[in-house]
Each structure stands twice: as structure tokens, then as C-alpha cells.
């Protein structure tokens, strides 16, 4: 069963599912750039991520390689860093769920996460998708789909 949440602490959906398991008092954590790096500046300490060398590509595939399965949330299409996390769980043979938000809404999500979950056995969720600033409606989605996922 799910008990933490990781990412890679960028603002949209990484922030939204690290305070989905802050507001569900689930474990979080994860990896983010040297220099807590994002688009808004620093990630705040609070989020309490493991400062890695390198930038966003060597972080994703570090969150990858450290959790039993990823979320990746994305709305149409695939592009960046979230088609980047989608590459990496292929090439280490990880579990990995792909939420289209314009298909369905974050409480089916939930349902469908809950059901990967469960299927691949996954304690640690990474969860990936694009920054606010490509997809301001990210955040919303994600933090109400991850909830609903930790609190079912």
C-alpha cells in the first residue's frame, strides 16, 4: 500500500503531490537539483527534498530509480520532462501509470491510481508532469487525484 509520496519538487504537479501527502500526512520526499533549483527559485526546505549534483534530467532519473512505480500526469500530449520520466521508467523497467487530465477527471484518477498501486505493489509513488507555467491547471488536478489516492 502507499505510504510516500516523492518528486522532484517543481512547481504544477511535483509541488501539488508533495502537499497532497503533506495534507494527507503520508511520508514524502524525493530528489530535486543542486541549488533546490525551479522555476519560481528555490524549493522551500520544508519539502524536505535531497539536494542531487546535476540538474532536472539526472533528478527525474533518480526519483525513478527510487520509487516502486510513477504517476504521470499530462494533459494531451506528452513533452519535456515528463516525456523524459516516461523514457526513464521504460528504460529501468519500472512500473508507471499515464494520467491524460483532458480524459478524465481527478477522482477516476484516484480510482486508476489506487488500482496501479495495488497491482505493482507500490509503497513509493513518484509522481511527474509538467511545470505551472506550461499548465497552470496541473496543480489542482494533481493535489486532488493524489489525495483522493492516499485518503481512499
Given at each position: 500500500?502507499?505510504?510516500?509520496?516523492i518528486?522532484?519538487?517543481q512547481?504544477?504537479?511535483?509541488?501539488?503531490?508533495?502537499?497532497?501527502a503533506?495534507?494527507?500526512?503520508?511520508?514524502?520526499?524525493?530528489?530535486?537539483?543542486?541549488?533546490?533549483?525551479?522555476?519560481?527559485?528555490?524549493?522551500?526546505?520544508?519539502?524536505?527534498?535531497?539536494?542531487?549534483?546535476?540538474?532536472?534530467?539526472?533528478?527525474?532519473r533518480?526519483?525513478?530509480?527510487?520509487?516502486?512505480?510513477?504517476?504521470?500526469?499530462?494533459?494531451?500530449?506528452?513533452?519535456?520532462?515528463?516525456e523524459?520520466?516516461?523514457?526513464?521508467?521504460?528504460?529501468?523497467?519500472?512500473?508507471?501509470?499515464?494520467?491524460?487530465?483532458?480524459?478524465?477527471?481527478?477522482?477516476?484518477?484516484?480510482?486508476?491510481?489506487?488500482e496501479?498501486?495495488?497491482?505493482?505493489?507500490?509503497?513509493?509513488?513518484?509522481?511527474?508532469?509538467?511545470?505551472?507555467?506550461?499548465?497552470?491547471?496541473?496543480?489542482?488536478?494533481?493535489?486532488?487525484?493524489?489525495?483522493k489516492?492516499?485518503?481512499?
Amino acid at each position: 500500500m502507499l505510504s510516500k509520496i516523492i518528486s522532484g519538487g517543481q512547481t504544477g504537479a511535483d509541488r501539488a503531490a508533495l502537499d497532497a501527502a503533506i495534507d494527507a500526512s503520508i511520508s514524502f520526499g524525493g530528489s530535486c537539483p543542486a541549488g533546490r533549483k525551479a522555476e519560481d527559485g528555490q524549493i522551500p526546505d520544508y519539502y524536505g527534498l535531497q539536494e542531487i549534483s546535476g540538474g532536472y534530467r539526472q533528478r527525474t532519473r533518480k526519483n525513478v530509480e527510487d520509487s516502486d512505480g510513477t504517476a504521470i500526469f499530462y494533459n494531451t500530449f506528452l513533452s519535456g520532462g515528463t516525456e523524459l520520466t516516461l523514457q526513464f521508467c521504460i528504460r529501468f523497467n519500472k512500473p508507471y501509470k499515464l494520467i491524460d487530465i483532458s480524459l478524465i477527471d481527478s477522482e477516476k484518477a484516484a480510482a486508476v491510481l489506487v488500482e496501479f498501486a495495488d497491482k505493482f505493489q507500490v509503497e513509493t509513488l513518484n509522481v511527474a508532469g509538467p511545470r505551472a507555467s506550461s499548465h497552470p491547471e496541473m496543480y489542482d488536478y494533481v493535489q486532488q487525484a493524489i489525495f483522493k489516492t492516499l485518503t481512499i
